[in-house]
């Protein structure tokens, strides 16, 4: 195991080399993945100068003491670390899994580190992971390089560093919602560590589908979120929606009405939709904003004459982007895989978000 240990950090030699440069450092990496590097059991970060060691034994095989030799190893090797973490993942212990301090005291645990220029609060204590995710690097920087200017929805943020990314990146406005509120008072925490400004309206703790249509009794979340974002992107919205649905419209303020128009879902009743397209005419609609996943959805905007129906521009402002979603006309189609990750969904509804902004404005 320590030999693994050993040659992991040697082939790390030239992206360890600014640390070793200067005594507190405050650079984060992963140094060692013994999936990937032939030992099995642990995952080693280092986060400024503190190691922390993700054991992955079982509970009873976690106590045999590698984990303190790995530390001890390490921090022979890498003279500027000053305090060692394992995390048990497979213990029955919370206090466990969250960490230990095995090497070193615990208030010199890091508590923040610097990525890009820009400063993220970590809590390495606070939970079974590290509270922050080094593998969305690329991602954090993407966001970073093109929120300039945008409106951005971080939806499921845990500790929000993607939202930190984009307000670094000078995006016009970020909402970051997670349904824990210890996790957005980290990201809190790394904007006061930028010198950013803290508007507490933008950050919403609840669960995101939930607090968005105000079920679950999450009504005032929903609506934080509702109107930062989507009601921010037009002047006036009206929302077409069916009669099972339109109670609903009472907890989204900034939606001045709603048109119910019950239509059929498996047949094509070409008067009702002339109907529903008059009603539409006589509002005179500048810009339709079709979203749900069939073709019929746009008919009627596409009757009433509204001139600018965003769907399929949508679509090709997000591949812009690397994102490729389906277009059905003026429709726009999410079909994500129901084995899609956090991060990815983050993403794809992210620059969705981001290219409905910048087409409809």
Known sequence: ????????????????????????????????????????????????????????????????????????????????????????????????????????????????????????????????????????????????????????????????????????????????????????????DSCSLNGFPIDKASFVAADFFGSWWGWSGTAPAGQAVHTNVWAGAFNTLVLLTSSLCAPILDYLPGVRKGIVADLPRRSLPIARYRDLASRLKAEQYGTALVMPRTWKSALAPFLAGIPERTGFAVCQEARRHGVWVRPLGDVVVLMPPLAIGDDDLAQLTGVVSDAIRTVVQ
């Open 1 to 188: 195991m320590q030999s693994s240990l050993l040659g992991a950090i040697e082939r790390r030699s030239a992206l360890l080399s600014p640390l070793l440069a200067t005594p507190k450092p405050k650079q984060a990496l992963r140094i060692y993945d013994g999936y990937r590097e032939g030992g099995g059991r642990f995952v080693a970060d280092v986060f400024g100068t503190t190691l922390v060691l993700f054991d992955h034994a079982s509970e009873e095989e976690a106590k045999d003491g590698a984990a303190l030799a790995l530390g001890k190893e390490a921090m022979e090797r890498l003279p500027f670390i000053d305090t060692v973490i394992t995390k048990e993942k497979s213990s029955r212990d919370p206090e466990r899994r969250r960490g230990t301090v095995v090497l070193g005291e615990a208030k010199d645990v890091c508590r923040s580190i610097v990525e890009d220029g820009v400063r993220y609060a970590v809590r390495l204590l606070a939970h079974h992971d590290s509270t922050f995710y080094l593998d969305t690097r690329g991602l954090r920087r993407f966001v970073r390089e093109r929120a300039e200017g945008k409106t951005v929805l971080n939806a499921f943020a845990y500790t929000g560093s993607l939202g930190i990314a984009a307000t670094a990146g000078r995006a016009r406005r970020v909402v970051q919602t997670d349904k824990n509120r210890e996790f957005l008072t980290i990201a809190k």
